[in-house]
């Protein structure tokens, strides 16, 4: 089936191979499904609350970082102080405006925040920013 | 990235009016990202919006109701599905009533954020999940690119202008001369969209840095109508070299390769800056 | 104070003046479009001190008028029909934002076939957005109502939009002595607008109109809204006693016409009810017991009023000025919902009249009190009558007879 849009022979026994792989690396496992207890919360009573409180504003602004995001990363960008010459390109760069510097005017990162994106990495011109896996699948 | 660049050119005083688009969801009640303030609209009529917030600004200011030291910078943020399409009637009014705004367009070529469709705004043989590329219509979008900045400068805006997240100085430089003018200030800039592209979000600056070096991307500015490129590369490489990093754009070269339309790509771009005088 | 014939419209126009509105964004819609003429001269000629502007279409007035609303300011527009479906979308954004806009509705049936002249289908398309809704009868409750909508609107219990109706053609072009109160009265009866809860200043930024995501944080904003809807009936009662006192003119949430010993009670809204109250009239006349009862306020709906004018009636009667499609008339069904709880409920009828300016007849009535009496008798009642003369059915037997399309099927 997939003859027709991989051209090479090669290139789809490849990738056949490799799924193989990866189907035979996940080690099987039983799944017991266990049906979660009713919620015990009682039904209220909603009560009136004044505009000032139930419209949707928000006032304390700025604070998305409480939201931690960081979790969605498959590689964490990783400084290398030794090469580093505080050029301040990833920090220009980054999307997420999670790169600050710290007291010595070395480039940090806010794990907690920062999306694995990379795009400092391929900005550093030092090349001083590694790429380094967030779990490694055995 | 390069809304962060807009609002550090536009400072903290400043109220975005917003359309439906990836940013929406930026704010999200309880949290919201921004230091200033943020209206969202509705996906057609950000730009009137910004009206009602820049009258209301000055009538409140006329009348003593509210301290001039209170005032705000108005900032239409929409995508391209906004600004190309459904917002054009809203746009267009508020450029016709000279309203004092800032409008940034994020182009990512696309219905973004409900997963990629064709827009006014995709480009010719651009793969889109609406059109996809098939047996009887192997190019994917059929349709060249609405010429927004030109539909814009129509209007006779003090300020218009191109940007791109690879060229922050550039982009910094026209918020600032934009600054000096009263009236609609507008900007589009090309938003690399890494899922609707395929291409790895590490990538995206190159990409766009790309999208300039081969002339798809003409960073420009237009003064009361007036058009000037800001960024013009000595030589322009072949458009292929940004097509061919894409996902949207890989069915232009695989299985076979679709010689015609490439052809038209390029020479679509070759007539852009010919028409202009910077390609001989 | 001084008395004025003015029409429908004008009386409008005088209302938005008297409240000192700081912004109108406009566009223009028959048959509304004399009121937002009449404030462009007022404000060419200086005599309001409020910025206008011409938008691009309803959905970017709606939008501008709420965006200001939402930054603090003062606003008001007003629309018809068509007018209030292209901007439907906004009705629901702005009522969400909890801004106290006011707009004026001019009734007008919608397309298709496109007309001109009244019903109440463009108005109750709006029913569950969140605005609260004021339906006129007189061109003096057109002016009054807008100063009523303004104080209900920005009363920090409430904080919801507000729509103030009236029939297109039938009161916005007809003329009727209007008192038109002083400046300084009308000021003291309502503060200027100073919002706590949405305002857009440097000094304080806030983020307004944002998303939310889940069930529950979306229930609540609603729900908040239908809390807030329902306590502007208690609202209303407070400053309808307020603008009473001082204008010496009372409005409630509904007004009974002949109501407390009638047996038999038609239900009717707006402008048309002045025929109602006539047919009532001449019913009692001939013996029957015969009343009225006019919805003033159908958002909040005042159920508890209704039930209690209502219950213990031998027959009522819901006259509506608008259909629901494939299931009868709208404000039928709202009635039937308050009462059929009820250990004194009458026997309830459906009839639809009035669509798209049709005159309701003196027989038409007639022949509606005769069915009301029946229904008593019969002790039940089914089905949505619409009211329709055998002339007027000769007279459409004409028309398709030269549009060539009798005897076709």
């Not at chain 3, 008395?3 to 509105?21: F, K």
């Not at chain 3, 009236?166 to 503060?191: A, C, H, K, Q, W």
Request: aromatic share 10%.
């Amino acid at each position: 089936m997939l003859a027709g849009i991989l051209s090479e022979g090669t290139e789809l026994d490849e990738n056949v191979k490799l799924a193989l792989s990866v189907f035979l690396a996940v080690a099987p496992l039983d799944i017991k499904t266990v049906e979660a207890p009713p919620e015990a919360s009682p039904v209220i009573i909603v009560p009136f609350e004044p505009a000032q409180i139930s419209s949707p504003t928000i006032n304390a602004l700025g604070n998305s970082p409480l939201r931690m995001t960081g979790n969605w990363r498959v590689f964490r960008p990783v400084w290398n102080r030794e090469v580093c010459t505080k050029c301040m390109a990833c920090l220009a760069r980054c999307p997420d405006g999670c790169i600050s510097l710290d007291e010595e005017g070395f480039p940090c990162v806010d794990y907690e925040n920062c999306k694995g994106c990379l795009i400092c990495v391929r900005a550093c011109p030092a090349e001083g920013i590694e790429k380094v896996r967030e779990a490694q699948v055995l | 990235m390069t809304l962060r660049h807009c609002l550090k050119a536009l400072g903290d005083r400043v109220v975005i009016v917003n359309a439906a688009s990836c940013f929406t969801l930026l704010a999200i009640y309880p949290l919201s990202p921004f230091r200033n303030s943020w209206l969202y609209t509705a996906m057609a009529s950000a730009p009137a919006g910004a009206q009602g917030v820049r009258d209301a600004l000055d009538v409140l200011i006329e009348k003593g109701k509210l301290d001039f030291e209170e005032d705000l910078k108005v900032v239409v943020l929409t995508g391209d599905g906004s600004a190309y399409d459904m917002g054009l009637s809203s746009t267009s009014g508020a450029l016709y009533r000279n309203l004092d705004f800032y409008y940034i367009c994020y182009d990512n070529e696309a219905y973004g954020n409900t997963g990629f469709q064709e827009s006014g705004a995709t480009p010719l043989g651009s793969k889109t999940t609406t059109t996809p590329p098939g047996e009887r219509h192997p190019i994917g979008s059929e349709l060249p690119k609405k010429d927004l900045f030109e539909i814009w400068k129509s209007h006779r805006p003090p300020y218009l202008a191109t940007i791109s997240p690879a060229y922050p100085i550039d982009l910094i430089n026209k918020f600032r001369r934009a600054g000096q003018h009263r009236g609609p200030k507008l900007f589009i800039s090309l938003a690399p969209c890494p899922p609707g592209w395929g291409t790895d979000p590490s990538r995206s600056v190159d990409l766009a840095k790309l999208a300039v070096e081969t002339g798809v991307w003409a960073l420009k500015e237009a003064v009361f109508g007036e058009v000037g490129h800001t960024v013009v590369p000595k030589r322009f490489k072949p458009v292929e070299e940004y097509l061919r990093g894409q996902g949207r754009f890989a069915h232009l070269f695989r299985p076979a390769r679709q010689e015609e339309t490439l052809r038209e790509i390029q020479e679509r771009v070759d007539e852009y800056w010919r028409l202009h005088k910077l390609l001989l | 104070m001084k008395r004025e014939m003015l029409t429908g419209n004008a009386a409008a126009a005088w209302g938005v003046r008297l409240v000192e509105v700081d912004y109108v964004p406009v566009y223009p819609i028959t048959p509304q479009t004399e009121i937002i003429e009449t404030l462009a001269g007022w404000i060419s000629d200086g005599m309001m001190d409020t910025r206008f502007v011409t938008m691009d279409s309803e959905h970017s007035m709606i939008t501008a008028a709420g965006a200001a609303s939402a930054t603090g300011a003062r606003a008001f527009t007003a629309t018809s029909s068509q007018g209030l479906l292209y901007g439907f979308e906004m009705i629901y954004t702005v009522a969400g934002w909890r801004v106290p806009l006011v707009m004026v509705n001019v009734s007008r049936g919608l397309s298709s076939p496109i007309t001109l002249e009244p019903d109440h289908n463009d108005i109750l398309a709006i029913r569950d957005s969140g605005f609260l809704q004021i339906h006129c009868e007189t061109c003096q409750e057109v002016l009054d109502s807008i100063i009523l909508a303004y104080r209900l609107a920005e009363d920090e219990r409430v904080l919801l939009p507000v729509m103030v109706n009236m029939d297109g053609f039938y009161l916005s072009f007809t003329r009727e002595p209007v008192e038109i109160p002083n400046l300084e009265e009308v000021r003291e009866f309502l503060p200027p607008y100073r919002p706590k809860h949405a305002f857009f200043m440097a000094s304080q930024p806030m983020a307004q109109g944002v998303a939310v995501l889940g069930g529950p944080a979306y229930s609540y904003f609603k729900y908040q809204m239908h809390l807030a809807s329902l306590k502007a009936l208690e609202v209303y009662g407070e400053i309808c006693a307020e603008f009473e006192r001082e204008f010496r003119r009372g409005y409630g949430p509904v007004e009974g016409y002949m109501l407390e010993d009638a047996e038999y009670a038609l239900v009717m809204a707006g402008s048309f009810s002045t025929l109602g109250k006539k047919a009532v009239k001449r019913a009692r006349d001939k013996g029957i017991r015969a009343g009225l009862l006019k919805l003033r306020l159908l958002r909040p709906f005042p159920e508890a009023d209704l039930r209690k004018a209502l219950e213990g009636k031998k027959a009522v009667a819901v006259l509506d000025q608008n259909i629901s499609v494939g299931k009868g008339g709208i404000l039928y069904s709202e009635v039937a919902s308050c009462l059929c709880n009820s250990k004194k409920r009458p026997v309830l009828l459906s009839f639809i009249g009035g669509l798209g300016g049709k005159n309701i007849s003196p027989h038409e009535f007639e022949f509606l009190f005769e069915k009301m009496i029946e229904a008593f008798e019969e002790g039940t009642s089914s089905g949505t009558h619409l009211l329709y003369t055998e002339k007027e059915w000769e007279e459409m037997s004409l028309l398709k007879r030269t549009a060539e399309n009798e005897g076709k099927a």
